[in-house]
């Protein structure tokens, strides 16, 4: 299927389906010591081993591609022609050498860098050399820039994303552009959403991530309470950025872990995994490289799901799929007690069934449930603070499937309180 880009994307061909890989900060954060913690610190030999092993145990074929530096990578100084320079006690090769390593093994190198005077941890920022560090980036072999927002007065955001996007798209190289426009400009008004898909790939929207639940719960509460502004603005070009995922780390239970995976999949975000992929255990790279989830992910339709319902303690996401078929994501929020029966009758989206649908479920394990009818009272059992996937395919081409998929232009639907 040949995906379009929406009318209003950035056009720059990139990001036609959300951006998967990984990023260092949430685990890594900006440990500089490379004399006592040689194995953690950021410095390429760690971004040389998480590319090794991207390829070696499958995450490449699983369609995480881009290894992606945060903060803390340059030093402190320009060089003598006003250039960002790799400090180089721990990049001694330099970025662009760093980049033909990524680049040998089939991946794609991402950097970060910040709008304004200094980045988040002190580091030069790109306010005044714009234009000269996206050409920096750009010879050295860049594939993604993360743009962070710090030490910039919130009113010149907007020039400033503009300014860094046409420079990056002067350079000739396809550079995906990462945002952090609208979480830095939504503590004062608004932002100007159109503004934003038309100068970024992605944008983050709310705070950062951190290795906890309340931290993930924290997030789907905000995208829930403002999704009818930022889910329309979702698809191919452009996506809403939740931040990364935290699943092999320490704070999530399995159950948590799957329903991050799932919900990141029902917004249809970036998966941008910061872990230790060297020292993961097996069940959290199983459910990463979950293809059927990553299916969901990536589907060709390339809609952001929402939030459609509260129902006795769950909370019910849909997003719509190609081939008329509607992703469910049931979170039993109850973190209390043991696993509890949710109706699938009880979606919404079980609209398109009627009469019948077939019922697929991804998580928390794969089963074929069957074709199912609106009198059925098949139910998934979801653990507390845990998530059941289902898909839902109504016989192929309905008239009355096709009309209710249709149904919004696009808009998350109304959330409903069954």
């Known amino acids: ?40 610190c950021i410095s390429e030999r760690l971004f040389m081993q998480m590319a090794d092993v991207m390829v070696t145990d499958g995450w490449k074929d699983a369609g995480y591609q881009y290894v992606c530096i945060d903060d803390c990578w340059s030093s402190l100084r320009r060089d003598a022609r006003g250039r960002l ?26 950097l970060y860098a910040d709008v304004g005077e200094k980045t988040c941890a002190g580091y030069p920022g790109s306010l005044g050399h714009y234009e000269t560090d996206a050409q920096t980036f750009a010879d050295w072999g860049v594939d993604l820039l993360k743009f962070d927002g710090c030490n910039m007065n919130w009113t010149l955001l907007g020039e400033g994303y503009s300014n860094m996007s046409k420079a990056l798209n002067n350079t000739g190289r396809e550079i995906l552009f990462s945002c952090e426009w609208p979480f830095y400009e939504w503590p004062f008004q608004q932002p100007n959403y159109t503004a934003i898909r038309e100068t970024c790939n992605q944008w983050r929207n709310f705070a950062d991530v951190t290795d906890a639940w309340s931290s993930v719960k924290s997030i789907l509460a905000w995208t829930a309470a403002h ?33 991050q995976m799932a919900l990141w999949a029902i917004m249809a975000a970036p998966l941008l995994m910061s872990n230790d992929l060297r020292n993961i255990c097996p069940r959290s790279k199983q459910l990463l490289q979950n293809t059927r989830i990553i299916d969901i992910s990536q589907d060709a339709l390339g809609q952001q799901g929402a939030l459609t319902a509260k129902v006795e303690g769950f909370e019910v996401w849909e997003r719509r799929l190609s081939n008329y078929r509607l992703a469910v994501a049931v979170l039993n929020k109850m973190e209390i007690g043991g696993p509890r029966e949710f109706s699938v009758t009880a979606a919404p989206g079980w609209a398109i069934c009627n009469p019948l649908c077939n019922v697929t479920q ?57």
């Open 227 to 259: 999704q009818e502004v930022i889910a329309p603005m979702a698809g191919p070009g452009g996506w809403n950025d939740p931040d990364m995922l935290v699943i092999g780390n320490f704070g999530l239970s399995h159950d948590q872990q799957e329903s």
């Open 85 to 110: 320079q790799a400090d180089p006690k721990r990049f001694p090769g330099g970025i662009k050498k760093l980049a033909q390593y990524v680049h040998s093994k089939g991946l794609k190198l991402g």
């Open 362 to 418: 991804i998580l928390p394990q794969y089963k074929e449930l069957g074709v199912t009818s609106s009198k059925s009272n098949l139910g998934v059992l979801v653990n507390p603070s845990g998530t059941a996937l289902v898909i839902f395919t109504p016989p192929s081409g309905t008239k009355r499937t096709h009309q209710l998929l249709s149904q919004g232009g696009g808009k998350p639907p109304k959330r409903l309180t069954l």
């Open 1 to 40: 299927m040949v995906l379009l880009r929406p009318v209003g994307a950035l056009n720059n061909g990139l990001a036609l389906r959300p951006a998967m890989g990984w990023l260092h900060w949430e685990r890594f954060l900006c440990n500089t010591d490379c004399d006592s913690d040689p194995d953690s």
